[in-house]
């Protein structure tokens, strides 16, 4: 996969981890979901609240638990700073724009 990619996965599993709120909320959140992104697919796989492994590129006989599917653009979206509105969290996004949730 893209050293892009790959840098995008360290930078998640960074800000994830050192995150004081994910800490206390998902301390004992344990599963494995998929972003698809268009372009591309990575597998998060989150145990005990912490981000154990990312697996960007993953078969397509790999397992997950959920996916949270969407073009690009949304995922930018999603990305910005302050979002625009219906792409500040998955429930909105998946009800007015493209993201599709599986599992």
């Known amino acids: 996969m893209s050293t ?52 960007t590129n993953p078969s397509p006989l790999d397992p997950y638990d959920f996916a949270l599917r969407a073009s690009a653009n949304t995922w930018r979206e999603f990305g910005q700073p302050m979002p625009k509105p219906m792409y500040h969290g998955i429930w909105s996004a998946s009800f007015l724009k493209d993201l599709k949730i599986e599992g």
């Open 4 to 55: 892009e990619v790959e840098n995008w996965a360290k930078k998640y599993e960074d800000l994830t981890n050192g995150d004081e709120t994910i800490k206390a909320m998902a301390k004992y959140y344990t599963c494995s979901f998929m972003f698809d992104m268009e372009n591309a697919k990575v597998i998060i796989e989150m145990h005990d609240g912490k981000v154990k492994n990312i697996n």
